[in-house]
Every structure is written in structure tokens, then in C-alpha cells.
């Protein structure tokens, strides 16, 4: 009953500009204001970012210095590990800020906030201060500073932030290796899958330094576009918020629902998206795109139209899919990387990469990578690629991502992965893994591996060109090419870890889970949050 009468409300306009209101809020600190609102409205409604931008407008249309500033906590709902700061200067300007907190164990966290401006320098600052601790009595010192990079005022803001419900620091043990951590923040992403769905952020300590609240679904990664942050909150929406926290659009995705991944086509204005169509007999066997410009819905790829003989035989479970349900889990893609028009999807369930070209036009078969085994009399053995060397394929793998050099010349690249090492197929229970050797079962495994494969679409081969072993985990994982460091995830593990260009430990990290966390992506948010 209470929650109905809330769902009537929320799209209630009126209804919403009495009982949303923005006051001073003694338990977090003196001249800080917050947003009073009942907790079951949605953030992301249109009714609600309505509202709490008139409030929050109203109130940075007045004047305020750098010694008195306009301060606000999680001002639009979207960051509960942050606060607002608006404020005038008579010179273009900018300021750093460090967080200090009460615990000898959490290090100080200092950032340079982005502007917006150009060489990040203004005279009307707004700034979303993120960094804050859960949990902690915590200063903020700030600094300004003029164009010529002199200091010129410093103010003191000390503030108590409201408990998480997630680990504030995680267990976190060095390797061998003495190279730096890459600068970043940890994105967890699915922690404990649908116990809590939000966006956990991590630095190089193993610090929460922000929360990214969502409403019933994980996302899948984080991606920055046109100076916005872009995610989804359902399985069936995306919001897109900018650098102070505001709610500017919202995309929602029609006769289908999400899962495991989603990219961006810049040169389409594209989302590309693993989706699973309503109604229908299969589940997680089509791609669809999302135009962010007209708001359309189209499918792409069907999966069905590639390896047809494979989805004949495919077996139902007799306890139903995965997720409980009835429908028929046959090809299970878990990831996708693009190329021009040319999109490599991820099939967990038979252990396979598809390459197809042309896909938005006329998507055709180009070629499929795993052990020969896989396709021998199938329909799918002409395409397959040729195994250059002696080493064991992928298995149940996840996060194919390609990689470029120029040095290859034309019609060579790299596929990186996380090789889960995993020998499950649920819908072909007659699957043959002895090719498979030393691959784990679903609890049960010595490692998990990083491979990187070098592509010849010329000589149509493949060649395991770089791995390395990492945590096992089955299922749950992911694997990230930063600038020279690599950052796997090993959700079953309960952990992720970052290694040098050398493929030496740096540092592990490890979380507590009632489950596990889906993946594990490192952002530096530069000219989003941070300059």
C-alpha cells in the first residue's frame, strides 16, 4: 500500500516541490546542506530531476565566496560519497582539495577537481568534492589558486559522512613487484550480483571513495561521453550524468532487457548490447543497439542466424537456466569488443569467439576462435581459425577486448581475454573438455589465466602470443589493459588484483560478499571529475 501511494507521487510534480527539500544537516556538519526526500523515490525519474534541479538552481543563483560557500551532500542522489561546493571568485581561478580522515590507516586523498573551464580555470566554480570516507569524521583543505599557479586562500570544511554498507577498506596485499599502481579508482561493478547493485569505487588502498547508487540492476561498465558519465540503473535504462552529479538524460531500451555488457560506437552515436528479447523461448543470444540520439531500439544480431546446429542440439537443464528460469541459456554471450563495424562476441557457453563483420548493414560470419574440437562437423568448422602453436584455447572465458598495433600492418590485431579456464556447459552436457587440460569445474580450479591472441584474418590463424595466471574463478571476471598495467577480477575469488607490464603482482585486493562481484573495471575519471 505504502509503496503504491509512493509510485503515485513520484511523477507527481507538485507533489514532489513540497516534499523534496535541501536544509542544513547538523549530523554531517555545520553550514552543510542536504537533500531531505523519502527514500523510495527514484533518483532517476524525469518528475524528480525536475524538481531537484529548480532547488538546487534556486540556490546557486545566489552569490557565494570561497570562505562561504554553497555546500551540498550528494546534491542530485548520485554520488553518497561526495558534496557540492558552489562559489564565485573576481579572478579566474581553481582550487585542490585533500581529504584527511580519522584513522591513521586511510591515507590522505588529494585531487585537482575539474572546471570545465579552459586550462581549468574559472570565475564561477562548481565542483562535485568526491573522495569522501563512509563512516568517518573527516577535513577537507582546500586551496585556490590563480592562473599563474599561485596560492591564494585556503579554507577548512570538516564534516561526519553516513556509515556504507560495504566494505570502507578491503584487505589488500602486495606482491612482488615495486612499479606503481596506475592512478585510478577501482570500479566494482555487481557486487553480490542483486544484493547490492550500486557502483563501489576503490583507490589504490583499497579506500571507498565513492558510491554511484543504482535501482535494481548492476552496471556493466562505466563509460565517459561528451563530458558525461554514462551507466545503467535497470536492466532496461541508462542514465547519463554530468561531472556534478545531475541526472541531464535518461535512455531506456524498448522490448528488451540487458545483460553482462555494453559499448559505445562514437562514430554512431551508438550503445551496442548484449540483450535478451521479451517474450522469447532463449536468453542471452542477441545483440541490440540503442541510438542515443533518437532514442531508438534495433537488433542487430541473433545468434540463431550464426551457429543454428549448435542452438538445435543445445540441451535444456532440467532445473532451468541459470537465473531459474525456463528459457533455453545456449550460446551465453558474456562480452563484446568492436572494430569499425566488425564486433567480436564472447560465447561462454561453448568456449568460442565470434567475429562478425558488417553489423549494422548486413551482419555476416567472419570467423570463430577455439579449440578445433568444438567445431569439427558443425556448421561453423569453414570458419574457423587455424591454432597457431602449442598451447591449450580458451575456456569459458570473458571481457574479449581488442588490442592494436600499428607495427602488425593491416588485417592483424590482438584479442585480449580472461581465460576463466572453466570447463562448464550446462545446455551440452556431452562436451568433450579433455582438450581442455587443466581446466577447473564451477567451485573447483588451480588459476584462472590472462591470454592475449595475436589475429591473422589474412592466414586466418590465431596464436597465443602472451598469459599469465591470476586467481581462478569460473565465471564472474574481467580483464583490463590500462596504460602499462593489467587489472583482472576474479569474482569467485572475491578478488582482483592490478600486475605490472611484466605480468609481477603489484597488489591484491580482497572484498567481503555474501556472492561475488560481477567485474572489476580501473577509472581515473580526467576532465570529469579530476583534471
Not at 192 to 218: A, T
Request: charged share 25%; net charge negative.
Amino acid at each position: 500500500m505504502y509503496g503504491s501511494k509512493i509510485k503515485e507521487k513520484v511523477n507527481d510534480v507538485s507533489w514532489l516541490r513540497k516534499n523534496v527539500t535541501i536544509t542544513e544537516d547538523y549530523n554531517i556538519g555545520s553550514s552543510i546542506l542536504s537533500v531531505n526526500k523519502i527514500s523510495d523515490i527514484d533518483i532517476y525519474s524525469d518528475s524528480y530531476r525536475m524538481v531537484i534541479e529548480e532547488k538546487i538552481d534556486e540556490l546557486t543563483n545566489k552569490s557565494y565566496d570561497f570562505k562561504n560557500p554553497l555546500l551540498i551532500y550528494n546534491a542530485y542522489g548520485t554520488n553518497t560519497s561526495s558534496i557540492n561546493m558552489y562559489f564565485n571568485t573576481d579572478e579566474e581561478s581553481y582550487i585542490t582539495y585533500t581529504v584527511s580522515v580519522d584513522d591513521e590507516d586511510i591515507a590522505d586523498y588529494t585531487k585537482t577537481p575539474y572546471n570545465g573551464g579552459e586550462n581549468n580555470l574559472t570565475k564561477k566554480h562548481a565542483y562535485q568534492i568526491t573522495g569522501l570516507v563512509a563512516g568517518k569524521m573527516q577535513t577537507i583543505k582546500i586551496k585556490l589558486y590563480n592562473a599563474n599557479n599561485e596560492e591564494i586562500e585556503t579554507n577548512t570544511i570538516n564534516l561526519f559522512m553516513p556509515e556504507s554498507s560495504v566494505d570502507v577498506k578491503l584487505d589488500v596485499s602486495d606482491g612482488e613487484s615495486t612499479e606503481a599502481l596506475e592512478d585510478g579508482l577501482y570500479a566494482l561493478l555487481g557486487h553480490d550480483k542483486n544484493f547490492n547493485s550500486n557502483i563501489y569505487l576503490y583507490d589504490n588502498d583499497g579506500v571507498l571513495r565513492g558510491e554511484i547508487p543504482l535501482n535494481s540492476y548492476r552496471t556493466d561498465r562505466i563509460l565517459q561521453i561528451d563530458g558525461n558519465m554514462l551507466y545503467s540503473y535497470t536492466k532496461r535504462k541508462f542514465a547519463l550524468v554530468d561531472r556534478l552529479g545531475k541526472v541531464v538524460k535518461t535512455y531506456k531500451i524498448d522490448g528488451y532487457y540487458m545483460h553482462h555488457d555494453y559499448i559505445y560506437d562514437e562514430d554512431n552515436n551508438n550503445l551496442i548490447i548484449l540483450a535478451n528479447k521479451d517474450g522469447a523461448d532463449t536468453i542471452e543470444d542477441r545483440v541490440i543497439t540503442l541510438n542515443l540520439d533518437t532514442g531508438e531500439t534495433e537488433e542487430i544480431i541473433n545468434m540463431q542466424d550464426f551457429a543454428k546446429d549448435f542452438y538445435d542440439t543445445a540441451v535444456a537443464p532440467e532445473d532451468g537456466n541459470t537465473y531459474g528460469g525456463d528459457e533455453l541459456d545456449w550460446v551465453h554471450l558474456n562480452s563484446l569488443s568492436l572494430n569499425g563495424t566488425d564486433l567480436v562476441l564472447s560465447s561462454r557457453e561453448f568456449s568460442t569467439i565470434f567475429c562478425i563483420s558488417d553489423v549494422y548493414d548486413n551482419p555476416t560470419l567472419k570467423y570463430v576462435i577455439g579449440d578445433p574440437s568444438i567445431y569439427e562437423g558443425t556448421s561453423l568448422e569453414e570458419y574457423a581459425l587455424a591454432k597457431e602453436g602449442d598451447f591449450i584455447s580458451q575456456a569459458g572465458q570473458h571481457t574479449i577486448t581488442y588490442q592494436f598495433n600499428e607495427s602488425l600492418g593491416t588485417d592483424k590485431y590482438y584479442l585480449i581475454m580472461f581465460n576463466n579456464n572453466y570447463a562448464g556447459s550446462r545446455t551440452r552436457p556431452d562436451f568433450n573438455w579433455d582438450p581442455f587440460v587443466g581446466a577447473g569445474d564451477y567451485n573447483n580450479g588451480d588459476a584462472s589465466k590472462y591470454y592475449k591472441y595475436l589475429v591473422d584474418e589474412n592466414n586466418k590463424t590465431f596464436t597465443l602470443v602472451d598469459s599469465f595466471d591470476t586467481d581462478y574463478s569460473s565465471i564472474v571476471s574481467s580483464v583490463e589493459q590500462l596504460d602499462k598495467n593489467i587489472v583482472t577480477s576474479s569474482g569467485k575469488d572475491n578478488s582482483f588484483s592490478e600486475f605490472d607490464e611484466n605480468h609481477v603482482l603489484i597488489r591484491k585486493f580482497n572484498y567481503s560478499s555474501k556472492k561475488y562481484a560481477y567485474r572489476v573495471f580501473k577509472y581515473n575519471f580526467n576532465n570529469y571529475w579530476y583534471y
